[in-house]
């Protein structure tokens, strides 16, 4: 018995994992902080927040900051021009979240 065919597209080449993932329509970014923003407010169960923007800001920075950190291989020059934010202000934000390097 021989090996098991690929399937391929029209085009011939092979069908892999990453392609198939690059295909498919993905939610936009603010679907995703809507759903979290409705669980944090149902974890509240009742009680509220004086300050939802101000901690809704610091939880996407941060993850954001660090992200995309990771992605420049560290480099905070890099970073802040894929963010579109001046170096000094992410080295600011980076002091501020006490995530400097």
């Known amino acids: 018995m021989g090996p098991t065919p690929r399937r391929t597209n029209s085009g ?5 994992a990453a392609a198939d993932h690059r295909s498919k329509p993905r939610p936009p970014l603010r679907d995703h ?3 979290s923003i409705r669980r944090y407010l149902g974890d509240l169960n009742g009680s ?11 939880e996407l ?8 950190l990771s992605h420049c291989d ?6 802040a021009a894929m963010l579109g ?3 000094a202000t992410l ?9 400097e390097q």
Do not use: W
């Open 61 to 68: 920075e941060i993850p954001l900051f660090i992200e995309v």
């Open 85 to 87: 934010i001046h170096r």
């Open 33 to 35: 902080v809507a759903t």
């Open 91 to 99: 080295r600011k934000k980076l002091r501020e979240y006490g995530l």
């Open 12 to 16: 011939g080449n092979r069908l892999n």
């Open 48 to 58: 509220g927040t004086e300050n939802l923007y101000e901690i809704a800001l610091r």
């Open 74 to 79: 560290g480099n905070q020059s890099r970073a």
